[in-house]
Every structure is written in structure tokens, then in C-alpha cells.
């Protein structure tokens, strides 16, 4: 054997086998479920102008240490996509899709992401993003509704024990204010917090409730609770958003101190975990609404509401609970080729393929016992065996695998007779 010479980069991976059967039923079930609640797909660069994901003094640790980041031989700044939404709003606004459309715009998207994450148990470096976005409208009900989409890719991927998160920064009055409490509150404590926390302290005081560090402290455990410093309007909307959770049966839970990893939400924000998480950090889809963005990005001051979700702790979840019915597909016909018939077989393959009929045939000149053997392992509904007697007068032996009858029939009436045996065969097994 030739010696292994190059492996992956950490913290990425190959998908194929089996694993590729869960991507494809996902992928499924997402453009289906995002076709009946009305989102379209959108497709941004993976790379693009490094400003995108810079906002103003951001204070995540995606875009503070994640980031991959170059400069291309043109000497321009560009970064990978660590996140879906930020290329969707430059694209929103670039195309001005604000203009004719019916509010609110919604899209979805689906691709790799990248991020110069610790690599870990559902933590990868180049991860797959499914993300929605409902651009131009701000409603609590539609806020609802990007939660209901999620949780029924969820239920339908067979993953049954999922809870929303939920929490609600308030508008930017409130949020304003709240920001003010914690300054005054963590000022005391400074010195004794982690580096990041110093640094969210002067950039973005709500994010040090996020922080993996220090959250267990008992001086973070008593910080003041963002519901305390909501006004009567941004109350009234979360009031709104979890009675609308109510009337769709989406179970949460109310947790003070979610406020998500990215800088730019408001109001709603939240994350559904698996109801035994226990701090395992298997967040599998995690949004909330963004008031400033779009104008951030140029596009007048239209709010926006939308998640984003880990494909491969889903796949991993629904795996571990082996809700997902992903089997193989059935061969619909193996062609056995023996002795010298030229290119009958592969006339006889591309034949049935045209009309739509899954196909398979031996390469290799195997005997007929090795290409009957290939036959049971692609569990094909019918074989089609041909020699020279058959190249020679036209025919082909064909073989019902269900009942194990076979017949020699003539090339003409082959189509028609694989039909009936796989109409047959539907549901046997
Ligand atoms: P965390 O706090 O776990 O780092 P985050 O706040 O960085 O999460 P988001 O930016 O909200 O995560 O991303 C949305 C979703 O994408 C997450 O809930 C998770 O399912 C998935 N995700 C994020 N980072 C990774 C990664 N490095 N590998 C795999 N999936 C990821
Ligand atoms: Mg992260």
C-alpha cells in the first residue's frame, strides 16, 4: 500500500457514505419546509470584503478572534463567511430588494461557514449553516415564525426534545438603559474577570453575560436581569411573542440571561438547545431580531428577524435518536454482461437509464457467480442477463428478484417488462 500523504485541515471533515444519505434527507426537508413558509433561497459569496463582518467596534468573539481573514493578490481585505446573515443584508441592500417587494423580504440560505473555532464535539472550523431571514417587517408574530420554521425542520429531521431559549433585550431605549445598570454593576469586579470580559465590559456590557468563563461567578449570577429594564412597549411585544409560541405548542423557556453571541439583536433573542443540555453547548439553532443592521449596512431603518442553525449538531442529534428513516434506495436493475457481446450491455444500460430507470452494470468482466453477488448487495429489483445467445437474436434473459421467476424476452419488450416487475416491487422487501 502507498503511504498516506496529506490528511484534513483541522477541524474540518469529509462527508460521504452513509453520513452523505443525513445531509441529503436534510437539505430535503429544509427547502421543503422553507417552500411552504415562504422563504427563498439566496446564495452569497463565501468570501467577501472583510468590512462586512466588521460592524462598528464589535465585540464578538467571532469577529474579534474567529475570523479568517486574507489579502488577495490584489491587495484587497477579505474574509470567509463566518456567519450567513451579514452577506445576506449587503445583498439585500446592494440589490435594494426593499424596493418592489412584498415586506417582509424572506430568505433562507444553506452553505459552509468559517471560523477559527477550538474544534470539538459539534464545534468544526468549516461547519454548514442553514440560516432564514425575514427582512423589512417588524412584528412579534413573524418573530414567531422564524422560531416555528426552525422547530419544525427540528420535529421533522425526528429530533423530539428540543426547547426554545428565549429572552428579550428590548428595543434600544431599553437596551440603552439596561447596558447602563451592568456598567455600573461589574465596575467593582472588573479586576477579578476574564480579559474578554474586560474588553465586552467597554464594548458591549451584555455580552459578558454570554462568557464561558465567568458566567458561574456568583457576582454574574446576580447581575441585574435585562426584564427588569424593559419599557411597557418592549414588554408588551415579548408578551405578544411568547403568547404566539403558546398557540403553536412551541415549548420554551424564558432564560434572563440569553443574549446570543452576535453584537447587532434586539428584543427577541433565542436559541434551541436539547431539553437535557446541561451546559453542553449543543445550541442547534440560535436568532433573534436585529433592528439597526440594515441601516448599519446602508438600507434605511428596517428591522429584520432570523436564525441560523449547526446542520451537523442536527445530523448528529437526530443520529443519536434514530428518528431519521435515511435508507438506501433499491437498484431497480443490475445487468449481468458475459462473453463476447461488445457493447450490448451498455445499450442495454443507457437504454433503461434514458427512461428513467435506475441502472447499474458490471465493468470488469466478472464471472456470472461475482456479478450475481453485486446484484444482492444493490438489491436489485430485477436483473437482466445477457450472453451471446441473447446479443446474437436480440433478447435478454430478465429476472424478477422478488419471485425469482425469469424469461427471455426480446429487446423490444424489455422496458415495458423491468416496469411491471419494479410497479411489482414497490414495498417488498
Ligand atoms: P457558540 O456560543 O456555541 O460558539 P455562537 O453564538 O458562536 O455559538 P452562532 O453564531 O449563533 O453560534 O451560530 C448559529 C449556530 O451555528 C449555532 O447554534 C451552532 O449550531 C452552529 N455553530 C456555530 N459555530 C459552530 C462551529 N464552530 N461548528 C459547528 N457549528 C457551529
Ligand atoms: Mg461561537
Same mark, same amino acid.
Given at each position: 500500500m502507498s503511504e498516506m500523504k496529506f490528511q484534513l485541515p483541522r477541524g474540518t471533515q469529509d462527508i460521504f457514505g452513509e453520513d452523505i444519505s443525513y445531509w441529503q434527507k436534510m437539505e430535503e426537508i429544509i427547502r421543503r419546509q422553507c417552500r411552504l413558509y415562504g422563504y427563498r433561497e439566496i446564495r452569497t459569496p463565501i468570501f467577501e470584503h472583510t468590512e462586512v463582518f466588521l460592524g462598528e467596534n464589535d465585540s464578538s468573539d467571532m469577529v474579534n478572534k474567529e475570523m479568517y481573514t486574507f489579502k488577495d493578490k490584489g491587495q484587497r481585505d477579505l474574509t470567509l463567511r463566518p456567519e450567513g446573515t451579514k452577506g445576506v443584508i449587503r445583498s439585500f441592500v446592494e440589490h435594494k430588494m426593499y424596493g418592489n417587494a412584498d415586506m417582509p423580504v424572506k430568505l433562507f440560505y444553506l452553505g459552509p461557514m468559517f471560523r477559527y473555532d477550538r474544534p470539538g464535539k459539534g464545534r468544526y472550523r468549516q461547519f454548514y449553516q442553514f440560516g432564514i431571514e425575514a427582512i423589512g417587517t417588524k412584528s412579534a408574530l413573524l418573530d414567531v415564525e422564524t422560531i416555528a420554521l426552525g422547530y419544525a425542520i427540528t420535529r421533522e429531521m425526528g429530533i423530539s426534545d428540543v426547547v426554545i431559549l428565549i429572552n #428579550?433585550?428590548?428595543?434600544?431605549? #431599553?437596551?440603552?438603559?439596561?447596558? %447602563? !445598570? =451592568?456598567?455600573?454593576?461589574?465596575?467593582?469586579?472588573?479586576?477579578?474577570?476574564?480579559?474578554?470580559?474586560?474588553?465586552?465590559?467597554?464594548?458591549?456590557?451584555?455580552?459578558?453575560?454570554?462568557? %464561558?468563563?465567568?458566567?458561574?461567578?456568583?457576582?454574574?449570577?446576580?447581575?441585574?436581569?435585562?426584564?427588569?429594564?424593559?419599557?411597557?412597549?418592549?414588554? +408588551?411585544?415579548?408578551?405578544?411573542?411568547?403568547?404566539?409560541?403558546? !398557540? =403553536?405548542?412551541?415549548?420554551?423557556?424564558?432564560?434572563?440571561?440569553?443574549?446570543?453571541? =452576535?453584537?447587532?439583536?434586539?428584543?427577541?433573542?433565542?436559541? /434551541?438547545?436539547?431539553?437535557?443540555?446541561?451546559?453542553?453547548? /449543543?445550541?442547534?439553532? /440560535?436568532?433573534?431580531?436585529?433592528?439597526?443592521?440594515?441601516?448599519?449596512?446602508?438600507?434605511?431603518?428596517?428591522?429584520?428577524?432570523?436564525?441560523?442553525?449547526?446542520?451537523?449538531?442536527?445530523?448528529?442529534?437526530?443520529?443519536?435518536?434514530?428518528?431519521?428513516?435515511?435508507?438506501?434506495?433499491?437498484?431497480?436493475?443490475?445487468?449481468?454482461?458475459?462473453?463476447?457481446?461488445?457493447?450490448?450491455?451498455?445499450?442495454?444500460? +443507457?437504454?433503461?437509464?434514458?427512461?428513467?430507470?435506475?441502472?447499474?452494470m458490471d465493468y470488469q468482466g466478472r464471472s456470472l457467480k461475482a456479478q450475481f453477488k453485486s446484484t444482492d448487495r444493490y438489491r436489485a429489483k430485477a436483473v437482466i442477463i445477457v450472453g451471446e445467445d441473447e446479443y446474437l437474436s436480440n433478447t435478454v434473459q430478465i429476472k424478477d428478484t422478488a419471485d425469482r421467476t425469469q424469461e427471455n424476452i426480446s429487446f423490444d419488450r424489455m422496458l415495458e417488462k423491468v416496469k411491471d416487475i419494479i410497479c411489482k416491487g414497490e414495498g417488498y422487501e
Open positions: #428579550s433585550l428590548g428595543d434600544e431605549k #431599553s437596551r440603552g438603559d439596561y447596558t %447602563k !445598570a =451592568l456598567k455600573a454593576y461589574f465596575e467593582p469586579y472588573l479586576a477579578e474577570l476574564c480579559t474578554d470580559c474586560k474588553r465586552r465590559f467597554e464594548q458591549n456590557p451584555l455580552r459578558m453575560l454570554d462568557c %464561558k468563563v465567568d458566567k458561574d461567578r456568583p457576582c454574574f449570577i446576580k447581575a441585574p436581569k435585562c426584564q427588569d429594564y424593559l419599557n411597557e412597549e418592549s414588554k +408588551e411585544y415579548f408578551a405578544t411573542v411568547l403568547k404566539g409560541l403558546d !398557540a =403553536l405548542s412551541i415549548p420554551y423557556r424564558i432564560d434572563e440571561r440569553l443574549v446570543r453571541g =452576535l453584537d447587532y439583536y434586539s428584543n427577541t433573542v433565542y436559541e /434551541a438547545v436539547p431539553k437535557d443540555d446541561d451546559g453542553q453547548q /449543543a445550541t442547534v439553532f /440560535a436568532g433573534g431580531q436585529y433592528d439597526g443592521l440594515v441601516e448599519s449596512f446602508g438600507g434605511g431603518p428596517l428591522a429584520g428577524v432570523g436564525f441560523g442553525m449547526g446542520m451537523e449538531r442536527m445530523i448528529s442529534l437526530a443520529r443519536e435518536q434514530k428518528a431519521l428513516p435515511v435508507e438506501e434506495e433499491r437498484l431497480d436493475v443490475y445487468v449481468i454482461s458475459l462473453g463476447n457481446i461488445g457493447t450490448y450491455g451498455s445499450r442495454i444500460t +443507457e437504454m433503461l437509464r434514458k427512461n428513467g430507470i435506475k441502472t447499474e
